[in-house]
């Protein structure tokens, strides 16, 4: 497990999820310990409902390209099972996976169209060779009272985890200097709500 | 984020005066500045391209150092002022920001702007990161007005939309226009051109020459092999050869920061004594050009691979995977693929297909379907334009049938008419898009006679780049409140005769008020204008749900394509959480089986 200092991670997900955010409090806590980071975010037309990745890389050393190539990535959160699925090509062998566990549907176009599994995704990420975490983001956000704070919840479940390579008092700072500030305790809650669920 | 390192840079600069037409990936930029204006910065959205340029040109004409930015097809429509302004020149600095977009992620084309560069005789600046785009943004700013010419700044999306920590320098730089001087230069003639075109080839072999010194073009290595790359391509190559490791020989390395015009001395520098070079570029393969030009005119016995040869893909996105792939297959080595976790148990469960489309309770699926529902045994043909509104052409909408470039709706749906004058030609336009380029085309088919069925999708923002404000909304990037400008007025004002305002979220109305456009295009072009908010800047409506006994008939998937609504174990369902409430389902169901929830409180 690559930890702290040099920690690639692959944030997948639908447009709408709040996958930029996650990127940017990862992105804020390595500036505050020190650490060089570059991230590349989907923006644009697939923020829209459409797949969007964003890689964030971290290290002590000087990073090249903000972009991974295939088998790069020690971390892969997952926003949806599915979208995790489609970005496992980034995951080294023995990486760890943190997904939501519920699917967002394609949107149907007939009756039949949207036949789409989310245990069948799930499975396929459990037997991938990675360490899996699956997260009740609903259950989460329910508790915490805002669908908004998945992005969160999900950063707590890594950190939690150690997967991050930041603990969650690292991730409380840079919430707090990242989110408005009316929404900063919903926030601090979902990180801790999400760190507990992991470790559960 | 690259695109706000490039407003920062621009502002560290002293920049006066900031234009430009929103448009992804360059959008970000623009509203960077106008956040941070230390209050001496004029900045504002343009209602185009061409407006904007002209408008930075005129205060640069007076003095002022000016930005511009838009996306790559946006300097399509700037072209005109571009090209001339080559020859006329600017006073103050000028620094065009044109974003290209590799892949293409978010446009229609992947042209490059580096080849406009060299057309309009402009030096085009390449960054490869927001730390080199904010330090090359005072670069670019001061050559501009070393040699009085305006400059092309053009990151990738890559850079615009990486991010990395930046150190930013003092921002409170007082710009110091010395005003409009009355000159004759100000004025192109025929006379004048061909003077300012001697001058102009005279400034580009003294730039090219200042270029092979600049900080950011980079010559390393030794060896009789030779890689040459650009802008975020050179950051790919570095990622590949350290992958590679050990097996990679000796090699000289060139990093091209100044495609146009090209670094010469230096190229000459880098060619000498190489036996191979491969060039990894994305876009056109300019610097595989320019290499081939200059071994040619030198005669060096250099090959030069790259798009040509096949080595490096013609068209996408370059990736570190990619540039690994050709630079193996330059140096004749195997590359062993790095293991992940693509394989393994249950491969064969693929995930969905997901394209981009309307969110729930776009007013635009409300619009595309009374024109549809209107038209359903009328031979008609719908053309679409630019704009978040083109994801219409999803099924089961289905209701873009061309699309080619901002503004075309208007006026290919003319086209269309003259040939097949017996069906109903329908340019469905957005409020930003239609005071874009939108007006000039009905004021052609008003001028011309040609009855076609203008309908406006007026959502109140520029909705597909980020909400931005424009002529109708009533807003400025200064923050002051603008006298809004009213389409219908405008509209009624170019000699439309039949122009009728409705919300689209009224389905029977809005039907209705299609066919009474339809039956008014006798009398020549007809208007509709569907006003409803986008649901980004619009409160969320009330919940509904099915009433499962009711449900019979599916046509609520059959017929919007909504995102909130799929079918689980059989049932239809609306996924509360997407809903926006925006009751266009409930008025579908033949059956009444979608219920409005009465609200206890408001959603989240």
Redesign the interface.
């Known amino acids: 497990m690559s930890m702290g200092a040099n920690t690639n991670i692959i944030i997948a997900g ?3 999820q709040g996958t930029v955010l996650a ?2 409090l990862v ?1 804020r806590a390595a ?1 505050d310990a020190g650490l ?16 969007v990745v964003s890689h964030v890389r971290v290290s002590e050393a000087p990073i ?9 990535a020690d971390l ?1 959160i997952g926003f949806e099972p ?2 995790a ?2 970005s ?6 023995g ?1 760890t ?1 943190v997904t939501n566990a519920q699917p967002v ?7 039949t169209s ?1 036949a ?2 989310g245990p ?2 799930l ?2 990420l ?5 360490r899996l975490a699956v997260i009740d983001g609903a259950a989460i956000c329910a508790e915490i ?4 704070v998945l992005n969160v919840a999900l950063l707590g479940a890594a950190a939690g985890l150690g997967a991050l390579g930041f603990s969650l008092d690292q991730f409380e700072t840079a919430i707090r200097e990242s989110v408005r500030e009316r929404f900063v305790d919903m926030n601090l809650r979902a990180l801790h709500a999400g760190a507990r669920s992991a470790s559960a | 984020m690259g695109n706000e390192a490039i407003a920062l840079g621009a502002i560290a600069a002293g920049v006066g005066v900031v234009t430009g037409y929103p448009g992804t990936p360059s959008s970000e930029i623009l509203p960077t500045v106008a956040q941070r204006n230390p209050g001496r910065i004029h900045v504002e959205w343009s209602t185009n391209e061409k407006v904007a340029l002209e408008v930075a040109a005129g205060a640069a004409y007076a003095g002022a150092r000016t930005l511009v930015t838009m996306k790559q097809v946006g300097l399509n429509v700037a072209s005109d002022p571009l090209m001339s302004l080559a020859y006329v020149g600017v006073k103050g600095g000028m620094v065009i920001v044109v974003a290209d977009d590799p892949g293409p992620i978010s446009s229609q084309t992947e042209q490059d702007t580096r080849t406009f560069g060299l057309f309009s005789k402009l030096p085009v600046f390449d960054p490869a990161s927001p730390e080199e785009a904010y330090a090359m943004i005072g670069d670019a700013f001061a050559l501009s007005e070393r040699y009085g010419t305006p400059v092309l700044f053009r990151p990738t999306t890559r850079v615009c939309h990486g991010n990395a920590p930046v150190e930013v320098g003092d921002l409170s730089a007082p710009p110091a226009p010395d005003g409009f001087v009355k000159d004759p230069k100000w004025v192109i003639f025929p006379r004048l051109a061909y003077q300012s075109h001697l001058r102009i080839e005279q400034r580009l072999q003294q730039i090219a020459d200042e270029f092979s010194d600049y900080r950011f073009n980079a010559l390393s290595g030794s060896g009789r092999i030779g890689i040459a790359t650009q802008g975020i391509s050179s950051a790919y190559v570095a990622d590949a050869l350290a992958a590679l490791g050990d097996s990679i020989p000796e090699h000289r390395r060139l990093r091209v920061a100044t495609p146009h015009p090209f670094p010469r001395r230096l190229a000459l520098a880098f060619l000498e004594g190489l036996d191979q070079v491969l060039v990894v570029e994305e876009l056109d393969p300019v610097i595989e050009r320019e290499l081939l030009r200059l071994a040619g005119e030198c005669h060096l016995p250099v090959t030069v691979l790259g798009k040509g040869s096949g080595h490096v893909q013609q068209a996408g996105e370059n990736s570190v995977d990619s540039v690994t792939r050709a630079l193996a297959g330059f140096l004749g080595l195997e590359v062993e693929p790095a293991a992940d976790c693509s394989a393994g148990a249950g491969e064969s469960a693929e995930p969905p297909v997901r394209p981009p489309v309307l969110c729930a309770g776009c007013p635009h699926r409300a619009s595309f379907l009374a024109v549809k529902e209107a038209m359903r045994k009328r031979k008609a043909v719908f053309g679409g334009d630019i704009g978040c509104y083109t994801l219409g052409n999803a099924k089961p909408l289905d209701m873009v049938d061309t699309c080619l470039c901002m503004g075309a709706s208007v006026t290919v749906a003319q086209g269309l008419h003259v040939v097949e004058p017996e069906a109903v030609h329908f340019a469905f336009i957005g409020d930003s898009t239609f005071f874009h380029t939108g007006i000039p085309g009905v004021i052609n088919a008003v001028y011309n006679q040609t009855p076609i069925v203008l309908v406006v999708l007026d959502n109140s923002t520029t909705a597909m780049t980020g909400l931005q404000p424009h002529p109708g909304t009533g807003e400025t990037m200064m923050g002051a409140v603008a006298q809004q400008i009213d389409i219908a007025t405008v509209l009624r004002g170019l000699g439309v005769r039949h122009v009728e305002s409705c919300d689209p979220l009224q389905h029977d109305a809005a039907k209705a008020a299609v066919l009474r456009a339809v039956e008014a295009t006798a009398e020549g072009v007809s208007a509709l204008i569907f006003e409803a908010p986008c649901i980004h800047v619009a409160s969320t409506g009330p919940s509904y749900v099915i009433n499962e006994d009711a449900c019979k008939c599916q046509l609520c998937i059959t017929r919007l394509g909504c995102p909130a609504i799929s079918q689980v174990d059989a049932k239809m369902r609306i996924d509360d959480d997407l809903c926006y409430g925006c009751d266009l389902c409930a008025q579908m169901c033949p059956f009444d089986a979608i219920e409005r929830v009465e609200p206890t409180e408001g959603k989240a």
């Open positions: 639908v447009g709408g990127s940017k992105a500036m060089r980071v570059r991230t590349s975010e989907t923006i644009g037309m697939a923020q829209r409902g459409g797949s090249a390209s903000p972009l991974m190539a295939p088998g790069m892969l599915g979208e699925v489609r496992l090509a980034f995951l080294r062998p990486g996976i549907a394609p949107v149907a176009v007939s009756p949207a789409y599994s069948a995704m499975e396929r459990d037997g991938c060779g990675a009272g805002s669908l908004k």
